[in-house]
C-alpha cells in the first residue's frame, strides 16, 4: 500500500489521482510508519523544489506580480496542498479523543515551511485560500507548544489578515480576524523574520483601507495590535502620520477612534508610549501647516469631545500643559501661536490649578493685537467659542470688552477677509444660543454694513447670519437692510458665474474635452442672497407672487432669472404653479399684436444668430427685428420671463427629482405647458427660451410628438441645414431627456463604423487599390459606399426617399467600382450614392456634437466601445497608409504649373484617397481624435488593440510628413501670386478634369496634414510621443510647401475660368478665396509653434526655437496684416526666457536666416520692419529690488 504512494509522487498525474480517492489515500496513510512518512515528505520537498527554481517562474515588474510559468507546476502545488490537508485530517482522525499533545514529524515541519515560503511568494490567490484552510485544519489540531506550533498560529493570523485586506476580502473576514486577534501573542515582536515582518506590512497597509478601519472590528484589531509592542506601536504610528496628511476628514475621525480606543485598552509602558505618540500628535497640530494642523486637531478631537472623563483630563493636563502653556505668548512664531490659540479654542472650558479663568480670559484680548492674519482668524474663533459656551459664567463686562475685540478690532473695514469670516462664522454658531440671541439686536445696526463688502465669502457668510437670525428669532433683520447696493453685487456675481460657467479646464482645448469651473463660493452666495430678498416675497397669493415676479423683472431682469435659478426657499409645488402663470402670461402677451414679430417664422435667421452666431432652416427676412430698440426691449423682457419659468421648473435637487414624477405633477404639466406654444417658436425668436423650458418639463416624447417628429427631422438632416446650433442646444438635451439618444446615436454609429471599415478595407488590408488608377486621385468617389440602407428612425434626406431594403438594417459592403465612360451608372444608382454621401457627412457632423458633451461620454462608451475601438484604430492606420503613399517618391507637381514655359505631359502620379471633401475630413478627424482622447483617459486599458501601436503610427506619421521631398521645391517657393510671381493660368489652357483632380488633390492633402496638427498637438499635450525626436521645421515647411503646390494649381484654374468668361469680379472672388486659404493656413500653422515653443523641452533651446521660426517667415507674405504678426511675435516673446538671444534674432533677422535668398526683398523688408518694433516683455523685479 506503501509503495502505491511513493512510486511516481513527483507526477502531478500520480498525485492528482490519490487525491481523488480520499476514503483509499486515508486508509493507506492510517498503515504507513513513521519511516516511510519521511520518506514521503523528502520526496515531495524535492519535487517542490524542481518545480518552483527561478526559471520556472514569471514576474511582472509591472504589476509586481510573480507566477508560474507553466500551468502544471501550478496545479502540482495545489494538489500537494491538499495531500498535506489530507494528510492532517488523519492525523485528527487518529486522535479523536484529543487528550495526547500532538507532535508532527520533523520532515514534515520542513515540508511545511518550504509550502509557506511558496505560497507567499507566489501572486496567487488560490493558492493562498487552499493554504489557508490547511492552517486552519493544523490549528485545529491539539499541538505540542513548541516553535513549529507558534510559527503555524502566526501564520493563520497572517492569511487572516491578508484575506480581510484583498479586494475580495468581506466583513465576515475583518470579523473572523478579531476573533482570532489573541494570536498576536505568538508574534516575536521587534525580530526582523519574514513573518513578523509580513504582519508588519499587512498592518500598516490595512491603515489605507476604509473598509477595514472603518468596520468596528477593524477598529478593535488595530488597537489591539498597537498595544502589543514598542515596535509595532512605532511601525503603525508612522504609517498613522502619514497617512493623516492625506485622506479626508471623514476617514481621519476613524483614525481618531483607533489612538482612543488604543491609549484607553493600554497599561503600563505601553501606555507611556501611547502618550508620547499622542505628545507628538499635538505637537505637529502645533508646527505644522495650518490645513495639514487641521487634521491632526481632527484626530486629537475625540480626547477634547471626552473632557469630562477623568483620564482624559488627566491626559490633557499631562500633555497639553508643557506644549501650550510654556509659550504662550511666543508670538514670534506665528504657525505655533495661530495653532496653539485653536488648540486653545478646542480644549477650552478646562480648569487647573495652575491657571486661573481670568488668565484665559485676557489671553485672547493680547492676541488680538497680533498683526498675522492667521492668529487674527484663530482669536477670533477661540472669542467666538469662549463666549458661546461661557456666556452665563463670564461677567457683563468681560462679554462687552470680547465683543467690542470682534466688532471694533476684528470686523473693521480694513482688516483681512479670512478674520472677518471667522468671526461671522462664530457669530452664526452663538445665534443658535438662546441665552445670547438679545445681543444680535443690539449689535446687528454695527454690523450690517458687510452685506455690501468688496470680499465674496464675507458677504456669503453675513448673509448666512443674517437667514439664521431671521430663523432663529423669528423676525425680519432683512428690513434693516438697503438692498440696492446688494442687487448690484448680486447681478454682477451673476454675470461672473455665468462667464466662469463658459470657462472650461481644457485637458484638450481642440475638441472641448473639459471639466468646468466650478465656484461654488458664488453659486452659494446667489443663493443665499436669492433666498434673503425674497425673504417675504412668497407670502401671498401665487397671482400677487406672479406680478411681483413681473414688476422684479421690469426693473432688474438679471435679479430675477437669479432668483428663480438660485432660490431655494420655494416648495417645488408653488414654484410649478408660479411657473405655470408666468407661462401663460407670456403666451398671452407674445399673441399681441404689437410682439408678435417675436413669434414669426424665419426671424430666428436673424435674431437668434444675434445671440448665438447661428443661424436656423427657414425663410429668410430682411433686416434684423431686434434693431429696433423697441422689439429688443420686448425681447428682453419675455426672454428673461421663458427663463424665469425653466429655472422655476428646474428640480433643485433628488428629492424633488423623485416628486416630479408622480402622477399628480404630470397632470399638472400636461394642461399647463401644452405642445402647441413650442411649435409655435420653432424657427423664432423666441424659440430658443421655449425649449429652454421644454428641458425642464418633467414629461416624455409621448406628450410631444409634433416636437418629437421635429427633433427627429433636425437630427436627420444636419448635413443640409447646417443647424448645428439648434440640435446642440435644444434637440440633443431633450432627446437625452427622453432617453432616445442612444437610439439616434447606435443608428449613426453604425454609419459611421461601416465607412470606415470600408476605408480600411480597400487601402490597408487590400493596398491594390492604392494603385488602380493614376488617372483619378479619387477613383472611389462614385463607390456605393456601404451603410444601413434602412436605419430605425425613418432617414430624411433632402427629400430624396431612402431606398427599401428587403434585408432589414443589415450593413453591406459591396464591390469596389470608380465610374467609367464605358460603364455608365443609371439616376438610381446616383441617387443611392448621393442619399449615402449624406447620411455619412450627417453621421459625422451629428457625433462630433455627441462627443463634444462630457455628460453623453458614458453613453457612448458603454454602448459603443466596440464600435470607438475599431474606428481609433482603423482610421489610424489609414492615415499612417496615407502618409506613406505621399513618401514613397518625391511629390512631383506637374511642370506647367510652376513656369508658363513647361508643357502638359500627362504625367500623373497621386495617391489614391477615399475620404475627401473638407466637411468628411473635419469631422473624421474631429472624431478620430475626440475617440483618441477618451480611449486614453478613461478606458485605455480596456482598449483591445496594442496601444502602443497606436501611438507608434501618430509618431511615424509625424515623421513621414516631415521627411516629404517636393521636386522642383525652389522654384514651388518662389513661384505663386503671393510671392510676387503672376499667375501661371495663361499656360494653362487646356484645363481638364486632370487638372481639376490636381487641385481638389493638392487641397484634399494640405486638409489632411492641417487637422493632423491637432493630432500632433494632443500626442505632444499628454506625453505620448518624445518631443526630442521630431523635426518641426521640416513639418512647418511641409505644410506650407503643399498651400503652394495648392496656390499653383488653383491659380492655373483661375487663369483659364478668367480666359472664358473675362470678368474682372470672378477673377477677384478667386483670388480672394486663395487668399483666405493662405491665411487660414498662416494662421493655424502660428498657433501650432505657439503650442510647440511653450513646451518644457525648449524652455533653455532658444536657438532650437529660432530655427523653427526661419521657415514660417519664409512662406509669412506682406498680405499678413502687420498687426497679426506683431501679435504672434509678442506671444513668442514672451516663451524666451533667453532674452539676449532673442533680441539679437529679431534685430538681424536678415543676417541670421539662412532661407532668406529664397525671399523677394521686399517680403524680407516687411517683416524686419515689423521685428524691429517688437518689444520684449519687462522682467518682473526681482524681490528686494529698488
Given at each position: 500500500m506503501y509503495k502505491d504512494i511513493i512510486s511516481n509522487l513527483g507526477e502531478l498525474a500520480h498525485l492528482k489521482q490519490l487525491c481523488k480517492k480520499k476514503p483509499d489515500l486515508l486508509a493507506t496513510l492510517n498503515s504507513c510508519k513513521a519511516k516511510e512518512f519521511e520518506e514521503i515528505w523528502l520526496m515531495l520537498h524535492k519535487a517542490l523544489e524542481e518545480r518552483t527554481p527561478p526559471d520556472k517562474l514569471l514576474y511582472d515588474a509591472e504589476n509586481s506580480t510573480l507566477l508560474f510559468r507553466e500551468e502544471d507546476d501550478r496545479q502540482y502545488l495545489l494538489t500537494c496542498i491538499n495531500f498535506i490537508c489530507i494528510y492532517i485530517q488523519?492525523?485528527?482522525?487518529?486522535?479523536?479523543?484529543?487528550?495526547?499533545?500532538?507532535?508532527?514529524?520533523?520532515?514534515?515541519?520542513?515540508?511545511?515551511?518550504?509550502l509557506t515560503e511558496i505560497q507567499f511568494m507566489l501572486s496567487d490567490r488560490e493558492v493562498r485560500m487552499s493554504f489557508g484552510k490547511c492552517l486552519f485544519q493544523l490549528c485545529e489540531l491539539n499541538l505540542e507548544e513548541n516553535e513549529f506550533s507558534s510559527y503555524v498560529k502566526v501564520n493563520l493570523l497572517i492569511f487572516l489578515l491578508w484575506r480581510s485586506c484583498s479586494s475580495e476580502g468581506k466583513r465576515a473576514d475583518i470579523s473572523k480576524l478579531k476573533k482570532h486577534k489573541d494570536l498576536c501573542k505568538y508574534i516575536k515582536w521587534g525580530v526582523p523574520e519574514k513573518c513578523t515582518n509580513s504582519f508588519y506590512l499587512l498592518c500598516s497597509y490595512s491603515l489605507n483601507l476604509p473598509k477595514f478601519y472603518a468596520h468596528p472590528d477593524g477598529k478593535l484589531f488595530l488597537a489591539h495590535v498597537w498595544s502589543q509592542h514598542e515596535s509595532i506601536a512605532s511601525h503603525l504610528f508612522n504609517q498613522f502620520v502619514h497617512n493623516t496628511v492625506l485622506l479626508s476628514h471623514d476617514s481621519i475621525s476613524h483614525y481618531s477612534q483607533i489612538i482612543h480606543s488604543t491609549w484607553k485598552n493600554c497599561e503600563g509602558p505601553m501606555k507611556e508610549t501611547l502618550e508620547i505618540q499622542i505628545e507628538h500628535l499635538v505637537n505637529l497640530a502645533l508646527k505644522c501647516p495650518i490645513k495639514v494642523a487641521a487634521r491632526f486637531r481632527n484626530?486629537?478631537?475625540?480626547?477634547?469631545?471626552?473632557?469630562?472623563?477623568?483620564?482624559?483630563?488627566?491626559?490633557?493636563?499631562?500633555?497639553?500643559?508643557?506644549?501650550?502653556?510654556?509659550?504662550?505668548?511666543?508670538?514670534?512664531?506665528?504657525e505655533t501661536s495661530l495653532q496653539r490659540d485653536v488648540h486653545l479654542s478646542a480644549d477650552f472650558p478646562r480648569r487647573g490649578p495652575l491657571h486661573k479663568e481670568r488668565e484665559l480670559l485676557s489671553l485672547d484680548g493680547e492676541l488680538a493685537e497680533d498683526v498675522n492674519a492667521c492668529v487674527l482668524q484663530a482669536v477670533g474663533k477661540c472669542i467666538c467659542h469662549v463666549l458661546n459656551e461661557l456666556w452665563e459664567i463670564i461677567s457683563e463686562q468681560k462679554r462687552s470688552a470680547l465683543v467690542e475685540v470682534l466688532i471694533h478690532k476684528l470686523l473693521k473695514e480694513k482688516q483681512h477677509d479670512n478674520v472677518k469670516v471667522e468671526v461671522l462664522l462664530g457669530f452664526s454658531e452663538m445665534a443658535k444660543n438662546k441665552k445670547i440671541q438679545k445681543l444680535f439686536a443690539k449689535i446687528f445696526y454695527r454690523i450690517k454694513h458687510l452685506i455690501n463688502d468688496k470680499s465674496l465669502r464675507v458677504r456669503k457668510n453675513f448673509i448666512a447670519l443674517v437667514l439664521e437670525l431671521n430663523k432663529q428669532l423669528n423676525e425680519n433683520f432683512s428690513n434693516q437692510i438697503d438692498f440696492s447696493e446688494l442687487i448690484k453685487r448680486v447681478t454682477k456675481d451673476l454675470f461672473t458665474y455665468n462667464v466662469e460657467s463658459c470657462i472650461k479646464k481644457l485637458s484638450y482645448a481642440k475638441y472641448e474635452h473639459h471639466e468646468k469651473v466650478k465656484n461654488k463660493e458664488i453659486c452659494e452666495f446667489l443663493k443665499l442672497s436669492s433666498n434673503l430678498i425674497t425673504y417675504s416675497m412668497w407670502e401671498c397669493s401665487i397671482k400677487e407672487q406672479a406680478k411681483k415676479c413681473v414688476n422684479l423683472l421690469n426693473?432688474?431682469?438679471?435679479?430675477?432669472?437669479?432668483?428663480?435659478?438660485?432660490?431655494?426657499?420655494?416648495?417645488?409645488?408653488?414654484?410649478?404653479?408660479?411657473?405655470?402663470?408666468?407661462?401663460?402670461?407670456?403666451?398671452?402677451?407674445?399673441?399681441?399684436e404689437g410682439n408678435s414679430v417675436l413669434l414669426t417664422g424665419g426671424s430666428a435667421v436673424n435674431g437668434s444668430s444675434a445671440a448665438t452666431g447661428q443661424g436656423c432652416p427657414g425663410g429668410a427676412t430682411t433686416g434684423d427685428p431686434l434693431k429696433d430698440p423697441i422689439i429688443n426691449g420686448k425681447y428682453v423682457k419675455y426672454a428673461s420671463l421663458l427663463l424665469c419659468v425653466a429655472y422655476l421648473l428646474k428640480p433643485k435637487n433628488d428629492q424633488e427629482m423623485e416628486l416630479c414624477g408622480s402622477e399628480k405633477i404630470e397632470h399638472f404639466l400636461t394642461h399647463k405647458f401644452t405642445e402647441e406654444y413650442f411649435l409655435a417658436s420653432i424657427d423664432t425668436l423666441m424659440q430658443q427660451f421655449y425649449f429652454k423650458v421644454l428641458k425642464y418639463v418633467n414629461l416624455n416624447q409621448d406628450d410631444y410628438v409634433r416636437i418629437y417628429k421635429y427633433g427627429r427631422r433636425e437630427l436627420l438632416s444636419l448635413h443640409r441645414y447646417k443647424n448645428e446650433h439648434t440640435c446642440r442646444k435644444f434637440i440633443l438635451p431633450l432627446f437625452y431627456k427622453w432617453r432616445l439618444l442612444e437610439s439616434v446615436v447606435q443608428t449613426h454609429m453604425h454609419i459611421l463604423n461601416a465607412c470606415i471599415d470600408f476605408v480600411f478595407l480597400h487601402t490597408c488590408e487590400n493596398t491594390q487599390w492604392a494603385t488602380v488608377s493614376q488617372a483619378n486621385p479619387f477613383l472611389h468617389a462614385h463607390m456605393n459606399l456601404p451603410f444601413v440602407e434602412k436605419d430605425a428612425l425613418g432617414y430624411v434626406s433632402d427629400e430624396v426617399e431612402e431606398p427599401d431594403s428587403d434585408d432589414g438594417s443589415e450593413i453591406k459592403v459591396p464591390a469596389l467600382r470608380y465610374n467609367k465612360k464605358d460603364d455608365p451608372m443609371d439616376e438610381?444608382?446616383?441617387?443611392?450614392?448621393?442619399?449615402?454621401?449624406?447620411?455619412?457627412?450627417?453621421?459625422?457632423?451629428l457625433l462630433s456634437l455627441i462627443v463634444k458633451k462630457k455628460k453623453y461620454h458614458q453613453m457612448l462608451f458603454k454602448s459603443f466601445s466596440n464600435i470607438i475601438h475599431n474606428f481609433v484604430f482603423k482610421f489610424n492606420s489609414y492615415l499612417l497608409f496615407i502618409f506613406e503613399q505621399l513618401t514613397q517618391s518625391d511629390f512631383q507637381l506637374p511642370a506647367h504649373f510652376i513656369c508658363p514655359h513647361y508643357s502638359d505631359k500627362g504625367d500623373f502620379n497621386f495617391a489614391q484617397l477615399i475620404i475627401y471633401g473638407s466637411d468628411k475630413i473635419r469631422g473624421y478627424f474631429h472624431l478620430y481624435i475626440s475617440f483618441f482622447f477618451l480611449c486614453y483617459t478613461?478606458?485605455?486599458?480596456?482598449?483591445?488593440?496594442?496601444?502602443?501601436?497606436?501611438?507608434?503610427?501618430?509618431?511615424?506619421?509625424?515623421?513621414?510628413?516631415?521627411?516629404?521631398?517636393f521636386k522642383n521645391e525652389i522654384e514651388i517657393v518662389t513661384s505663386g501670386r503671393l510671392a510676387g510671381m503672376s499667375a501661371v493660368g495663361e499656360a494653362v489652357a487646356h484645363v481638364d478634369d486632370r487638372?481639376?483632380?490636381?487641385?481638389?488633390?493638392?487641397?484634399t492633402i494640405l486638409q489632411f496634414v492641417m487637422h493632423f496638427l491637432d493630432m500632433v498637438e494632443f500626442t505632444v499635450a499628454m506625453k505620448m510621443t518624445p518631443i526630442e525626436d521630431l523635426d518641426f521645421s521640416d513639418l512647418v515647411k511641409n505644410v506650407f510647401m503643399f498651400y503652394k503646390c495648392y496656390e499653383l494649381v488653383q491659380g492655373g484654374i483661375n487663369g483659364h475660368e478668367k480666359r472664358h468668361t473675362g470678368t474682372h469680379t470672378e477673377?477677384?472672388?478667386a483670388g480672394r478665396s486663395l487668399l483666405e486659404v493662405y491665411l487660414g493656413v498662416w494662421t493655424r500653422v502660428s498657433e501650432f509653434l505657439l503650442f510647440i515653443l511653450n513646451c518644457d523641452y525648449f524652455e533653455k533651446k532658444t536657438e532650437m526655437k529660432l530655427c523653427v521660426l526661419y521657415p514660417f517667415f519664409l512662406f509669412t507674405y506682406e498680405v499678413v496684416h502687420k498687426e497679426d504678426i506683431e501679435r504672434v511675435m509678442n506671444k513668442?516673446?514672451?516663451?524666451?526666457?533667453?532674452?539676449?538671444?532673442?533680441?539679437?534674432?529679431?534685430?538681424?533677422?536678415?543676417?541670421?536666416?539662412?532661407?532668406?535668398?529664397?525671399?523677394?526683398?521686399?517680403?524680407?523688408?516687411?517683416?524686419?520692419?515689423?521685428?524691429?518694433?517688437?518689444?520684449?516683455?519687462?522682467e518682473k523685479p526681482k524681490n528686494g529690488s529698488s
Open positions: 488523519h492525523v485528527a482522525n487518529s486522535d479523536k479523543k484529543g487528550k495526547k499533545h500532538i507532535k508532527l514529524d520533523e520532515k514534515f515541519y520542513v515540508l511545511f515551511c518550504k484626530v486629537l478631537s475625540i480626547f477634547h469631545n471626552n473632557k469630562g472623563d477623568k483620564s482624559i483630563n488627566n491626559l490633557i493636563f499631562k500633555i497639553y500643559d508643557p506644549i501650550i502653556w510654556r509659550s504662550l505668548m511666543v508670538i514670534a512664531q506665528l426693473d432688474y431682469p438679471a435679479l430675477m432669472i437669479c432668483i428663480s435659478k438660485f432660490a431655494t426657499n420655494l416648495e417645488l409645488v408653488q414654484r410649478y404653479k408660479l411657473a405655470s402663470v408666468l407661462f401663460e402670461i407670456t403666451n398671452v402677451k407674445l399673441a399681441e438610381k444608382e446616383k441617387k443611392k450614392i448621393y442619399i449615402n454621401n449624406k447620411k455619412q457627412i450627417n453621421a459625422l457632423i478613461n478606458k485605455r486599458n480596456n482598449f483591445p488593440h496594442d496601444w502602443h501601436t497606436l501611438i507608434d503610427n501618430t509618431l511615424r506619421s509625424i515623421h513621414l510628413i516631415s521627411s516629404v521631398k487638372v481639376s483632380h490636381w487641385a481638389t488633390y493638392t487641397k477673377d477677384c472672388d513668442y516673446a514672451a516663451l524666451i526666457k533667453e532674452r539676449e538671444t532673442f533680441f539679437g534674432f529679431v534685430k538681424n533677422y536678415k543676417k541670421n536666416n539662412s532661407m532668406v535668398s529664397y525671399m523677394r526683398q521686399s517680403q524680407v523688408n516687411y517683416i524686419q520692419g515689423i521685428l524691429d518694433n517688437i518689444s520684449l516683455p519687462k
